[in-house]
């Protein structure tokens, strides 16, 4: 086993007084990762010290002592590119610098006024102005089918910081809407988590992001560049940088959760009404693009469940994922690769859907630029992480279908406040790397176990990774309704949207796909996520699914959860039939195949056994729900993530097959009956058939 298979430790900032002698502090830097390798670590992800944020030249000279140790004791290296997270502010540099570079929203005022009546939105404290305004001819407090094309009345209100009266002239109830834009920080992630209070740069701003590159890339670049290992980890000592939550702040989040630092203050009386993220020159593409003039429908962003309101915000998200993706992703990619640096980290709450529109996109246009994409599990109870399977999956097939090598795990406990057992601990990294993770970088505290055994524990990690590293063998096709999610995306606003219609499809979506994600796993299906633009690209004509950008990804067949499908959608599906492809469809949650062209079936069970039927070179029989499972090299790893003992069978098709135990470095007994295998899978255990 190699060096380049163990997990890293994340070690934030080696920190040491000024007047500490450079002797003394080599000497605990050394003790402190030797202490580390004795555990079975393979390597670091650290950054120079939070103090005075990579602004102190004694810290700089600390991690140069760092690095050399590192290299010294043949420890790998990744940089971690901010004080704390989410990564861009450079501990707040980015937007002391610039206050224009920091992230934006627009929010909606509203009332209902009757006739004769009228009403005074004042103009509201700490916002910065007016985008537009206007008012409806309304029926009753029921907006969900609302024509913005037909207000009664717009108002001039654009740039103004002025209150605003509207007198209901009418013999109709009229419903107002007001929108201000705002500075984002009182309410979101940026306020509320759990290392600083510090405003964030807007994500979706190509200034924003240079000046972040400037203040942290350039200078770990400026001092570090002949270190960098370039493409290729092996080749020298630091292998890659970890970027930590970038997110869209359009969102209030994790209300009373105050971090222990506070870099900017905050004034949690200003007024949190309805928002969302505004993009960096949003309002011009959307007009360029699409023909939509936002500020005459900007009410579809909050609560209105039409066809020309699910355009609008399927127009709007797309161009918010693409702001995102140009300006931080894009750009980020770009920087790294120039210098040598491969780009890693995560981003925020990647295992929801129904987040990914409104904290930053369409994932598999983000993470295809990460040369090791990666994800944060803050579970380690193992039911808890193979019901979770949709994050490494997910994540794992962006790097499947851009040949990406390597895909991340950032791993803690930090749900269970770090009290979980040793087996846990191993067993949640297990189930992940059978859903596609191959690289560790750990949160785990430092004397999580003792250390004999925690270098057992992780070196037991580098033995299914020495085993199973390698090209996924790949079957189904799942497919990623993104644009289902985005097109019935909106800011909840009580008594308007929080139980209308399209709040209910969407979490029907999520619940369908969750449950799809579940029925394969538990029945050891050999599926990867695809993309709407991954299909339109794939060349189908051989009656299979033959993806566009990595040479020998293919697919057998596309499963599609339980969705509403879109006209395009159904040009991909409808070419696919032509060509032979077996499409099938899961109904269930109330959608229907409608005249999609799938081959229809009754739930989503049925639609998983039939595309499971397509060619799995292998069967898993007997106790085998909860167990994941990865077909690599014509090897199988099998991990329980169950606390109790299951007795299975394995037909792998060979009848010279073994079953080896990774932890123990050791062969269990098997009882054989030509190629099938029968053995009992301990609790939280991991074998690997080869």
Same mark, same amino acid.
């Given at each position: ?48 010290? *939070?103090?005075?944020?990579? #602004? ?14 590192? /290299?010294? @004791? ?18 707040? %540099? ?15 005022? *509203? ?26 001819? =309304? ?13 009664? /009345?717009? +108002? ?37 988590? =759990? ?9 979706? #701003? *190509?200034?924003? =992001?240079?000046? $972040? ?14 270190? $960098? ?5 092996? #080749? ?16 209030? !989040? ?17 007024? @949190? ?34 066809? &020309? ?36 980290? *995560? ?33 380690? !109870? ?7 399977? $949709? ?32 087996? %846990?601990?191993?067993?949640? @990294?297990?189930? %992940? ?45 799942? +497919? ?5 999610? &985005? ?35 538990? #029945? @050891?299906?050999? +599926? ?16 299979? !699914? ?6 020998? =990804? ?15 959608? /159904? ?33 989503? &069970? ?5 595309? %499971? ?27 329980? &993530? ?49």
């Amino acid at each position: 086993m190699t060096k380049y298979e163990l997990p890293f430790k994340i070690v934030h900032g080696f920190d040491y007084p000024e007047d500490m002698p450079e002797k003394e502090i080599r000497k605990s830097v050394s003790n402190r990762l030797a202490s580390l390798k004795a555990k079975g670590f393979g390597g670091i992800v650290t950054n120079a010290a *939070h103090r005075d944020y990579l #602004n102190n030249d004694h810290l700089w000279r600390v991690l140069d002592i760092v690095l050399a140790e590192a /290299k010294a @004791q043949d420890l790998r290296v990744w940089l971690y590119d901010e004080d704390g997270y989410p990564s861009g502010g450079a501990g707040g %540099q980015t937007v002391d610098g610039d206050p224009d570079l920091e992230a934006r929203a627009v929010v909606m005022m *509203h009332a209902f006024i009757k006739p004769g009546e009228s009403h005074t939105f004042e103009f509201p404290r700490g916002h910065e102005f007016a985008l537009a305004a206007a008012s409806y001819k =309304v029926k009753g407090e029921d907006i969900s089918r609302l024509d913005a094309e037909r207000a009664y /009345k717009r +108002y001039d209100v654009y740039g103004k910081t002025s209150d605003l009266t509207v007198v209901n002239d009418t013999k109709d109830l009229l419903f107002t809407a007001y929108f201000v834009k705002k500075h984002v920080y009182e309410g979101t992630h940026a306020e509320h988590n =759990v290392c600083e209070c510090r405003r964030y740069i807007d994500i979706t #701003n *190509h200034d924003a =992001v240079r000046a $972040f590159i400037k203040n942290t890339y350039e200078k770990y670049t400026a001092r570090y560049k002949d270190e $960098f290992a370039g493409m290729k980890r092996e #080749n020298g000592l630091i292998e890659a940088v970890f970027t930590d939550e970038p997110s869209l702040m359009g969102v209030y !989040i994790n209300a009373g959760l105050y971090p222990p630092r506070v870099h900017d203050e905050y004034d949690d009386t200003l007024p @949190q009404y309805p928002m969302t993220t505004w993009g960096k020159n949003i309002d011009n593409r959307l007009l360029t693009d699409y023909g939509i003039n936002i500020y005459d429908c900007m009410i579809y962003l909050f609560g209105v469940d039409t066809g &020309a309101a699910r355009e609008v915000r399927g127009a709007w998200y797309t161009e918010m994922s693409r702001l995102v993706e140009q300006a931080y992703f894009g750009q980020l990619s770009d920087y790294c690769y120039s210098v040598g640096l491969p780009f890693s980290g *995560h981003i925020l709450l990647e295992d929801d859907i129904r987040l990914h529109p409104m904290f930053e996109g369409n994932y598999f246009s983000l993470l295809r630029h990460m040369h090791y994409p990666g994800i944060d599990m803050l579970q380690s !109870i193992p039911e808890t992480v193979y019901d979770m399977a $949709f994050t490494p999956k997910l994540v794992s097939s962006v790097a499947l279908n851009y040949g990406r090598e390597h895909v991340m795990s950032e791993v803690s406990a930090h749900a269970q406040g770090g009290n979980v057992t040793d087996d %846990q601990m191993l067993c949640s @990294q297990l189930i %992940q790397y059978a859903f596609g993770v191959d690289t560790f970088t750990s949160y785990y505290s430092e004397t999580f176990m003792e250390p004999e055994k925690y270098n057992k524990y992780n070196r037991c990690i580098g033995a299914v990774d020495d085993n199973m590293k390698g090209k996924d063998f790949t079957s189904i096709a799942l +497919y990623y309704p993104y644009d289902f999610i &985005a097109e019935n995306t909106t800011t909840h606003i009580e008594g308007l949207s929080k139980d209308g219609d399209m709040v209910r499809v969407k979490n029907a979506c999520a619940d369908g796909l969750m449950k799809t994600v579940k029925e394969l796993n538990d #029945n @050891q299906a050999v +599926y990867h996520f695809v993309s709407l633009e991954l299909l339109e690209k794939a060349d189908t004509s051989e009656g299979f !699914i033959d993806m566009p950008l990595y040479n020998g =990804v293919f697919f057998e067949s596309l499963l599609i959860p339980p969705c509403r499908l879109s006209a395009r959608e /159904k040009d991909v599906i409808a070419r696919m039939r032509r060509n032979g492809v077996h499409v099938y469809f899961a109904e269930d949650f109330g959608f229907t195949a409608e005249d999609s062209g799938a081959i229809i079936c009754i739930g989503i &069970a049925d639609a998983v056994a039939a595309a %499971q039927s397509e060619g799995k070179p292998f069967h898993v029989g007997g106790d085998h729900k909860g167990i994941a499972a990865l077909y690599r090299n014509g090897n199988l790893l099998l991990v329980n &993530a169950e606390n109790r003992d299951k007795n299975i069978s394995v037909d792998t098709g060979s009848d010279t097959a073994d079953v080896y135990d990774p932890l123990n470095d050791d062969y269990i007994f098997a009882e054989r009956k030509g190629s099938t295998l029968a053995f009992t899978l301990k609790a939280y255990a991991a074998v690997i058939i080869k």
